[in-house]
């Protein structure tokens, strides 16, 4: 290595010898730069947690504040929802309350839509009922007609009914007496099927008096008929035709015809309302027979039942006949009729003093309902 000069600032101090000036300055300048240093890193961390609140305040203002939505429209941030308890509960519209008048009907439908498992009725207001009927009377014993007919609805000394037929309307009516003693009250309404338009199988219109009843009556075809009551002629109040005299054999398909013109003119009914005439009618009752197609009668019109031609069970049966061999539920023995409170009360008592059951037909059954391709329904 080559000869070096030595530096004379860097020879050895003497031991006890203070520092020279040189390096008294750049201790001073060492110490003021640590400071230095140590002031910048105060002010970086100040500038730090200002940054840092101004980004919390920022967040605070997104949150809570407004802002735009995807949209560009401004929208604020709702704060959440109160509890549910102090969430007032929206008031519920009031059921609109019945009329007198509704109410009187939906207790009449209450009974009278039970068994109309087919064609619902229509039922007018029980409380129009006697000043419907009485119109009606005044109507038809003003009648040309029913005039040359001699008709007369004044009482009939041992006779409490007068029937009406509307032949057009499906519907059979009986009237009992009102104050003045004519025939004007509403009792019950049955639905029925008369003859169909034409020469030969319309129900003749007129005033009559029944002649003969028959708890079974053969009928053109050949068919069977119960609880046959004659109008007149060959014209006659009975059941929906049965293909053999056996319980067990109705015409099914006939009987889903109730309620329109259906027969080859007689009056078809339901079992019970057929045997209610057998039953209360006594021979000489006075009959009309009518047409008013847009009225069916003063109480309305009973509605059907429906048998349902695949059950061979059920199918060959009235569903209303009561006989205790009958397949079909017992509630089904009111039948669809239309009644009076009068008439009610005469229903009950005649179950419960026997009187139903004295008049019934003797159960005769032939064990199957013959098939509806079998000809028939000539009643």
Known sequence: MPNQRPDPSRRPRPAGQPHSRPQARAAARRRAREAAARRRAAVTGAACLGILALVMLVCVFLLFGRRKDATGADT???????????????????????????????????????????????????????????ALMDRLSSDEFFVSEGIDVTEKEGFPYLIAVNRSASTVTVYTLDEEGRYTVPYMAMV?????????????????????????????GPSYGQYATRIWDVYLFHSVPYYTQHKDDVEYDQFNELGTPASLGCVRLMVNDVKWIYDNCEIGTRVIVYDDPDDPGPMGKPGTIYTDPADETLRGWDPTDPDPENPWDDKYLTGTTIRSQAAWDEWNAAQADGRWADSLTPTDLQGWSTDSSVEGTRG
Not at 91 to 107: K, V, Y
Not at 192 to 220: H, I, M, Q
């Open 76 to 134: 604020t941030i709702q704060p959440a929802a109160a509890p549910a308890e102090s969430v007032a509960e929206p008031t519920p519209e009031p059921t609109p309350a019945m009329s007198e008048e509704e109410q009187r009907i939906a207790e009449v439908m209450a009974t009278v839509s039970a068994n109309a498992t087919k064609d619902a009725p229509v039922v007018t207001d029980p409380a129009t009922w006697n000043e419907r009927g009485k």
């Open 192 to 220: 029925c099927s008369a003859g169909k338009e034409g020469e030969d199988t319309e129900t003749p219109l007129g005033f009559y008096a029944t002649p003969v009843n028959y708890d079974w009556r053969a009928l053109a």
